[in-house]
């Protein structure tokens, strides 16, 4: 009897495991550690009929080789998700703090222990501005088409030094330039005196292409253009409106400006990482 009460078991496990499918996410959710934060997981049901779950979730923190669980983190879930339907479900966590962005996973499992799914994460510390802080100390950095001083706001309350750029004599004196384009086709001047700027001066320059809709979220894009001594950076899917809040911007535009600003043998470790994200 015990013999076939554990094959009934394992049945029926399989037959949960073969209903429910955990979607993969177009891209990794980022957030900041040690402050709350939801996280939210996409799970469908092939299956004609509904699907009650009860769910052991744990946290895990990841390295370059092996994934270490979170002492004392655990949640449990019961999940309910109808016939031939996907149900969005939310976890709300506070992540451990981290001195710089990294990777951690929640697994989903039954309450007899198999995996059934997971979620992959990445952690932030707040203060993802500090290169940008250091850079600026030596010079400030140049921003040109922030008409609405998105940017400039944002950067001067982190505590980076900045300078709007207007004109060429501007740029010549900037270490590295940030550029915002409205995507409206109303800044080929200031393209042009961007080239111009990294390839006479070896100048670093970041172009933030924004979507002419805020409806939409572009797909990030990266292009790099070396011009001389100098480089232009090419950079979409970075919304300025939720920047001082999206810590996976902040990690975007920190990481465009190391990209502008690498030796060339660097620049494919630091294209991996934006593409990760």
Wanted: proline content about 5%; glycine content about 6%.
């Amino acid at each position: 009897m015990r013999i076939a009460a554990a094959i009934l078991l394992l049945l029926g496990q399989s037959i949960i495991q073969a209903a429910l499918v955990w979607e993969p996410v177009t891209q990794t959710q980022v957030v900041f550690v040690d402050r709350p934060a939801a996280v939210y997981q996409d799970i469908r049901n092939d299956e004609d009929r509904a699907v009650t779950e009860s769910l052991r979730l744990k946290l895990l923190q990841s390295t370059s080789s092996t994934a270490a669980p979170i002492p004392g983190w655990e949640q449990k879930k019961q999940l309910v998700v109808p016939a031939k339907q996907t149900i969005k479900t939310t976890v709300e966590l506070t992540l451990p703090k981290v001195t710089s962005p990294t990777r951690f996973r929640i697994t989903w499992s039954s309450e007899v222990g198999a995996l059934l799914g997971d979620t992959e994460i990445i952690g932030c510390p707040a203060d993802l501005f500090a290169p940008l802080r250091k850079l600026s100390s030596r010079e400030p950095v140049g921003i040109a088409g922030d008409s609405d001083n998105r940017l400039a706001t944002l950067l001067r309350s982190q505590g980076c030094q900045v300078r709007e750029v207007r004109n060429w004599e501007d740029m010549k004196s900037n270490m590295a330039l940030l550029v915002n384009v409205s995507g409206k086709g109303k800044d080929d001047d200031l393209s042009r005196l961007a080239a111009q700027y990294a390839k006479e001066w070896g100048g670093k320059v970041v172009w933030l292409v924004e979507s002419d809709s805020r409806s939409l979220t572009p797909e990030p894009a990266v292009c790099v253009f070396p011009h001389g001594q100098g480089t232009l950076v090419v950079g979409t899917g970075i919304g300025l409106s939720d920047l001082s809040q999206n810590p996976l911007s902040q990690l975007r535009l920190v990481w465009l400006v190391e990209l502008a600003r690498s030796s060339e043998e660097n620049r494919l470790m630091l294209l991996g990482r934006l593409m990760n994200l």
